[in-house]
């Protein structure tokens, strides 16, 4: 049943894209123009989880990122000219309207140890920022950051989110626990570190709903980040703030090459949306 599924999911992407290639080849040089201009206006927000050498994640391996990979995103990203931010201070210029030409923002989810001592010290190293979305439940176990190493995370400038409690995807649970999910979440957060106002959800799975985001809303969140693939502008953000677009970076076999394919992928997915033709309706006829 799982492979027919998979198979049928498959098959809509192909045809979208085939769509999307037909209607690119039909207007030529006018969107090559058009997109261009586009890529100045979005910017991607990234999510990685384990950065490292360690086993037992609870991921594919794919989603496992060596970290002399890693480092090489890093290197590639400062020598086209990025800014790395966190969630909070891409939102912030999205908000204001400020230019995010060359603006990116990195996302890690799951809270693992090698967030710490593999992904910090990288961070310093280029002068970039990133996002970590702990989940309650996991924090200080064999494979997930301790309160301390968190804390100096949130010392070195860094952004601490919410990756909800206990990682169940909330537009599958029942209402009565998203309170569990999201509110106690927050004030456990707070309560642990010193105060912290988290004020970012990353949705486990990429699973939400009108009534996740209504619950997200009335226990303090200001902005969600979904698993739609695309760019983050003013006009996406303004209009729809707990659902933000990001672009998994997964270690496909490809190296640095597979890497600018997904950093691409997540403009090109962006326009295509200003054009009318979103991807991510597939994927959300099987994960909403």
């Known amino acids: 049943m799982i492979k027919k599924v998979c198979l049928v999911f498959l098959a809509l992407v192909v045809v979208l894209l085939a769509v999307a290639g037909v209607a690119w080849k039909l207007n030529g040089e006018r969107w090559q123009q058009e997109y261009a201009a586009f890529r100045k206006t979005g910017a991607p927000v990234l999510m990685y989880h384990a950065v490292g050498l360690e086993e037992g994640a609870d991921w594919p391996k794919t989603l496992i990122m060596k970290p002399e990979l890693f480092e090489a995103h890093l290197q590639y990203l400062k020598e086209q000219g990025y800014t790395i931010v966190t969630v909070a201070e891409l939102a912030e210029r999205l908000q204001q309207g400020k230019s995010v030409d060359k603006y990116v ?74 309170v569990w999910e999201t509110d106690t979440s927050r004030y456990w957060l707070k309560k642990k570190f010193d105060g912290y106002i988290v004020r970012t959800l990353a949705y486990p799975n990429g699973s939400y709903n009108d009534r996740v985001i209504a619950a997200a809303k009335k226990y303090g969140f200001y902005r969600a980040l979904t698993g739609h693939v695309g760019v983050n502008t003013a006009a996406t953000y303004q209009k729809a703030p707990f659902e933000m677009y990001r672009v998994t970076v997964a270690d496909d076999g490809n190296g640095l090459e597979g890497f600018k394919r997904r950093l691409e992928q997540a403009y090109f997915f962006g326009f295509l949306q200003t054009k009318g033709i979103d991807i991510n309706i597939v994927r959300d006829i099987f994960v909403r």
């Open 105 to 178: 923002a990195l996302s890690f989810d799951d809270g693992y140890k090698n967030n710490h001592s593999v992904v910090l010290p990288l961070l310093k190293k280029y002068d970039a920022k990133g996002s970590f979305f702990v989940i309650n439940r996991d924090i200080g176990d064999e494979l997930h950051m301790n309160e301390q190493e968190i804390k100096e995370l949130i010392a070195a400038g860094m952004e601490l989110g919410s990756h909800t409690y206990s990682h169940n995807p909330l537009a599958a649970i029942d209402e009565k626990y998203l």
